[in-house]
């Protein structure tokens, strides 16, 4: 079992920054693939950054070059740094873990960006 807990978001003005934080515990693997994702309210839960196994990374095309993921695999903690953030960046962010064919959630944190 894998359990997530997200830290970090907030309510930030337009143009400002913030660092989300995700600690894994549990049955951890190098090779789990983990990312962020976001839902708006009344919108579909979107993917917004990937980091693979072997640290290769993946943006949604709303976040290129304003977001970056990491991950340090001795805390089994990832992160991801967003700055130059908008309005449009509003939502609850979750953290995911795949390990395997098996999905886990964080209960996931709010970042509200006001203009």
């Known amino acids: 079992q894998v359990q997530l807990v997200e830290s970090g978001g907030g309510l930030v003005q337009a143009g400002g920054s913030l660092r989300l934080s995700c600690a894994a515990s549990?049955?951890?693997?190098?090779?789990?693939?983990m990312g962020w994702y976001r839902q708006a309210p009344g919108n579909q839960r979107d993917v917004v950054a990937v980091i693979t196994a072997g640290g290769n990374t993946i943006y949604a095309d709303s976040v290129k070059g304003r977001f970056t993921i990491s991950r340090d695999y001795a805390r089994n903690t990832m992160y991801m740094q967003m700055n130059s953030l908008k309005p449009d960046d509003t939502a609850v962010y979750y953290c995911?873990?795949?390990?395997?064919?098996?999905?886990?959630w964080g209960q996931g944190t709010q970042v509200t960006v006001s203009s």
């Open positions: 995911n873990l795949l390990q395997g064919v098996t999905r886990y």
């Open positions: 549990g049955r951890i693997f190098p090779a789990d693939v």
